[in-house]
């Protein structure tokens, strides 16, 4: 009975021990599967909601724009006629009656600088609105020297004054809101007046607070800047052409806001570059300076010149013939001389850098 009781208990005990044997088994086992090989998924586990971080993006460098150098070569010619035709184009929109009286005030100035010239002048209006008298480029009639369509050097200087000053001044309801100072000078010279002189340079000046501004759906090609240069080289190749433009300067906010101002003119300005002319500020509120500077240029006597860009420093190179030319500064696109070019041709060769495309 007592080695029955012995056997049992060791029965009990070894499944006993078997049975933590094959728990411990299984135990392990499931540790060692649920490991898994890396990347995989195992069991049923569900997946994962939560979202990756976000890598934040690094900025990268911006490579500049590849850049090219090329030269420039500007030509000035500075005939020795001392003959010279001069058209102002006023204006005369309701806006204008501040820059008419300074024109009439300051007059002066211009005259002093033409003072050595055979000149003439006349005026036109911004007004092509109708085919009639002082609109369309008809020259307007000075009431104090009998009514004749220019003034000319040989006249008394008084009387020059004075009529230029009461004809400059328009009525304030004599003009229209389109003006339009370069269909106006093309008609000017369309017309062919006989008092314009084929062996004398050609000088306009516009005087305006607008650009250029047409009818709408009525734009042709006497509106356009360039066409009115070719149309004065197609009249007389040799001719020397300035135009001049005392005007709201582009991103003069200033200025524009004065005085009911309506616009950059950008249209004169571009042509005053183009042609070597001077580009005045209708704000200004004394016009002698910049009337002088316009008689300069009337009169040949050219000090500055404007460059196509803004030249490398240290690449700008002044040639008349053979001679170099060293007394001048360089601002911007301007170059300075500390005198009047000389009659004759003289060449400015520069470099620029430009952006390729």
């Known amino acids: ?25 299984m135990v392990v086992a499931g540790l060692v599967t649920g490991c898994g090989q890396p990347g995989s998924v195992t069991g049923n586990a569900k997946p994962s909601q939560a979202q990756p971080t976000s890598i934040p993006e690094i900025a990268q460098p911006q490579a500049e724009a590849p850049k090219t150098v090329r030269n420039h070569t500007k030509v000035i010619a500075v005939g020795e006629s001392n003959m010279t035709d001069v058209i102002i184009v006023i204006d005369n929109s309701a806006s204008m009656r501040f820059e008419q009286a300074n024109m009439a005030e300051r007059f002066s100035s211009l005259m002093d600088e033409m003072k050595s010239l055979s000149w003439r002048l006349g005026i036109i209006t911004t007004d092509v609105s109708k085919n009639e008298p002082k609109k369309d480029g008809r020259f307007l009639e000075f009431p104090f020297a009998n009514g004749v369509d220019h003034l000319t050097s040989e006249m008394n200087p008084d009387l020059v004054q004075t ?86 300067k582009e991103g003069d906010a200033e200025c524009l806001k004065k005085d009911d101002n309506e616009g950059y003119g950008r249209s004169y300005a571009w042509l005053s570059e183009k042609t070597g002319g001077v580009i005045g ?77």
Not at 5 to 19: A, G, P, S, V, Y
Not at 183 to 200: D, F, G, H, S, V
């Open 1 to 25: 009975m007592g080695n029955q009781k012995i056997k049992t208990n060791n029965r009990l005990e070894l499944l006993t021990h078997f049975l933590a044997l094959t728990v411990l088994t």
């Open 163 to 248: 009529a230029f000053a009461a004809t400059i001044q328009r009525p304030s309801r004599e003009g229209n809101a389109n003006e339009q100072g370069i269909k106006a000078t093309y008609r000017a010279l369309e017309r062919k007046p006989e008092w314009l002189r084929a062996n004398a340079s050609l000088n306009v000046v516009v005087v305006t607070d607008a650009d250029e501004t047409p009818y709408k759906g009525k734009v042709d090609i006497r509106n356009n800047p360039s066409d009115l240069i070719k149309f004065v080289k197609s009249e007389n190749p040799s001719k020397s052409f300035f135009f001049h433009s005392i005007i709201v």
């Open 281 to 357: 500020d209708v704000c200004q509120a004394d016009y002698s300076n910049q009337l002088k500077m316009i008689g300069e240029k009337v009169s040949q006597k050219i000090r500055n010149v404007v460059l196509d860009c803004a030249p490398i420093a240290g690449s700008v190179l002044v040639k008349y013939g053979p001679d170099l030319i060293t007394d001048f500064t360089v601002n911007g696109r301007e170059v300075k001389f500390s005198h009047s070019l000389p009659v004759g041709t003289t060449e400015i060769d520069y470099q620029c850098e430009e952006i390729r495309n």
